[in-house]
């Protein structure tokens, strides 16, 4: 039979069950019209869906909505207190992730974001708190600031600030995880990045495979004609992507280098190299991999989305600046400064909420059926929380909610408004909640970051990194891709998991009494 036939017919047997069957046991939440065997297969294909499913929960007078595609329900949560009560409260049933065959054929199923929520993934995540926890606090933090430092000195002759601040991440994340030099980083960042694209592509077939699970077991023949060409190069090169650093940095500690980093931790005072199983070996390579994997991307967009709002709100950079600087009187930021200044604390805040880099989370499936406020979950649903719409809720941010507005975050003598609400919301929910980021952690209480267990390294990061970059330059005359100027009105940011801003160049100038010689010697020696 030819396999058009088996595609088809399998898409109608499908949809049959997906459509027919859940329908007899109950309503599913409301949401668009369906197509016969589509559902609402086109629905899927919009931009910034999040702002759609946002009109749409005013439309349908509902938090929440469902879509149903060929062999998936989809269940869109709008408002915190619906994600609150699934995510959170029923996190047991909730904290799946849309795990395919595919996945594993891919080898992402190796980084623990796409994980079922199981043992694998529990020992994953128990392994990423101990290596990335309190203990290695210092060699994250020292790193941090080198990184921004090191950012500064490449601004001062860099003619494109994404290209250095893409730089300075994965600099971060190379050093702090693995303990590798600057001088040597090229290769590994190149590496990642072959692996970014090529998974970006392959993860729509990976969507194909999801729903059409039958495909996953056709022969290689039929593999290697189309639909997963490029599976076994992917799956390489992602080993290639995680092994690499972590070998290098072995071989660093068998010839005694005493580079502080985590992976250099774990080799000096945790284990002795010959004690090392084999299993053991994937298991820290894969945590590893994973911190470099989640981090570098969310970082990268957070620090752009700084850089726009910077150049598209001058006045608020004005602001910064000032601030900052009757603080610094003149010198760079250095890691005592962190959280001692409430507008940065304020302007970090406004980042993640104005434009969430990750406006849609990372979806949750459900393991088994459930109700809710009358409503049908079945299992296997793929559960979305709209972390956008809760960012852009005038009723927990105030007026005005499009714009960029730091102060939202204070009260008007300029302290912390500790009433308004957090954004803690954009780093996800429940037991699947971002592990880069800590809830006990406050940003505004020097003795909670000492002694919080796991550090809040998004967030400090990027502090550090604002407060660098502000105090050493004013960034003007932004201008798009063609060369005009940037427009607010017209800012679009890409529809993805990782939602980014857009690319565009502005001028950096270093600011009164800030010199060259003074940004080179806050680093020493680049190595
Ligand atoms: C601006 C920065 C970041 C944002 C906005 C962000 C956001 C998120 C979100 C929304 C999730 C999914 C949570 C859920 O399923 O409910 C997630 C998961 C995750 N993030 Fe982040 N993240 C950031 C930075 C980082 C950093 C720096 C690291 C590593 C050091 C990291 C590591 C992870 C990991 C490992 C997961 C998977 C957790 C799991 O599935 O159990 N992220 N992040």
Redesign the pocket.
């Known amino acids: 039979m030819p396999w058009i036939w088996v595609f088809l017919l399998s898409a109608v047997l499908v949809a049959f069950t997906s459509f027919v069957l859940p329908r007899r046991r109950g309503p599913l939440p409301p949401g668009p019209l369906r197509w016969p065997l589509i559902g609402n297969g086109l629905d899927l294909w919009c931009k910034h869906p999040w702002k759609v499913y946002a009109r749409w929960a005013q439309e349908y007078r509902s938090d929440i909505l469902s879509l149903q595609i060929p062999g998936a329900t989809i269940i869109i949560l709008n408002k915190e207190h619906v994600v609150q009560d699934l995510?959170v409260k029923r996190g047991l049933i909730y904290?799946d992730?849309p795990y395919t065959a595919f996945f594993e054929k891919l080898g992402i199923s190796r980084?623990?974001?796409?994980?079922d929520?199981g043992e694998r993934?529990k020992n994953?995540?128990k392994a990423?708190k101990r290596y990335?926890g309190t203990e290695t606090e210092s060699v994250i933090r020292s790193n941090e600031l080198l990184s921004c430092r090191r950012l500064l000195i490449s601004l001062l002759t860099g003619n494109d600030h994404q290209v250095d601040f893409r730089k300075a991440v994965n600099d971060f994340?190379l050093s702090a995880?693995y303990g590798i030099p600057p001088s040597q980083q090229d290769e590994h960042v190149a590496l990642t990045q072959e692996s970014a694209v090529l998974l970006k592509r392959l993860m729509i077939q990976g969507l194909v495979f999801e729903f059409l699970p039958f495909l996953a077991s056709l022969p290689t023949w039929f593999t290697a004609a189309g639909v997963t060409r490029g599976v076994g190069v992917v799956g390489e090169l992602v080993d290639k992507m995680m092994r690499t650093p972590f070998e290098s940095a072995k071989a660093d500690s068998i010839q005694g280098a005493r580079r502080v980093s985590v992976a250099g931790r774990f080799f000096r005072f945790d284990k002795e190299l010959s004690n090392i199983s084999n299993d053991e070996e994937i298991s820290i390579i894969d945590v590893l991999g994973?911190?470099?994997?989640?981090?570098?991307d969310?970082?990268v967009?957070?620090v752009n989305s700084f850089a726009l709002a910077m150049v598209l709100y001058p006045d608020i950079q004005r602001k910064a600046y000032t601030i900052l600087n009757s603080t610094l009187r003149g010198r760079l930021p250095a890691l005592k400064d962190y959280g001692t200044i409430p507008y940065i604390d304020a302007l970090v805040q406004e980042v993640?909420r104005w434009n969430?880099?990750?406006p849609l989370?990372?979806?949750?499936v459900l393991r088994q059926d459930d109700v809710y406020k009358g409503y049908i979950l079945p299992k296997g649903s793929i559960c979305i929380?709209n972390?956008w719409n809760i960012l852009h809720d005038e009723e927990r941010y105030g007026p005005n909610i499009d714009e960029f507005i730091p102060e939202r975050f204070l009260n008007a003598d300029g302290t912390l408004n500790e009433t308004r609400a957090k954004t803690d919301v954009?780093?996800?929910?429940?037991?699947?909640?971002?592990?880069?980021?800590s809830k006990s952690l406050s940003l505004y209480s020097m003795s909670v970051w000492l002694s919080t267990a796991l550090r809040d390294?998004?967030?400090e990061?990027?502090w550090i990194l604002f407060a660098s970059v502000l105090s050493a330059y004013e960034l003007f005359d932004a201008r798009d891709e063609n060369g005009m100027p940037l427009y607010r009105s017209k800012i679009e940011y890409t529809t993805e998991i990782?939602s980014s801003a857009p690319h565009f160049k502005c001028q950096f100038r270093l600011r009164p009494g800030i010199t060259r010689a003074m940004i080179h010697e806050a680093v020493g020696p680049v190595d």
């Open positions: 995510f904290s992730r980084i623990f974001v796409f994980q929520y993934w994953n995540r990423f990335l994340f995880t994973t911190s470099y994997a989640a981090g570098t969310t970082v967009a957070l993640v969430p880099i990750a989370g990372v979806p949750h929380a972390t954009a780093f996800g929910f429940g037991r699947r909640t971002c592990p880069g980021e390294i998004a967030r990061f990027a990782v």
